[in-house]
């Protein structure tokens, strides 16, 4: 998946989290080895506390 068809699909998941209350603000992403744009991603983006808490719970790591 190339930068820009990574953009549309995270555009669309940062709207479904947004709508559920899950997460705020903007959704940003670097390469994982900078400079290498044929490899995995970094995600970034900032959780709700109460999501958060849901996803650390015993059984749900």
């Known amino acids: 998946m190339d930068r820009k068809e990574l953009a549309i699909k995270l ?6 989290c947004q709508a ?18 044929s490899s995995s991603f970094i ?5 709700k506390k109460s999501w958060m808490d849901t996803m650390s719970s015993t059984g749900k790591a």
């Open 11 to 16: 555009e669309n998941f940062k709207q479904a």
């Open 20 to 37: 559920k209350g899950y997460i705020t603000g903007e959704l940003y992403f670097d390469e994982a080895y900078p400079g290498d744009t």
């Open 43 to 47: 995600v970034k983006m900032m959780v």
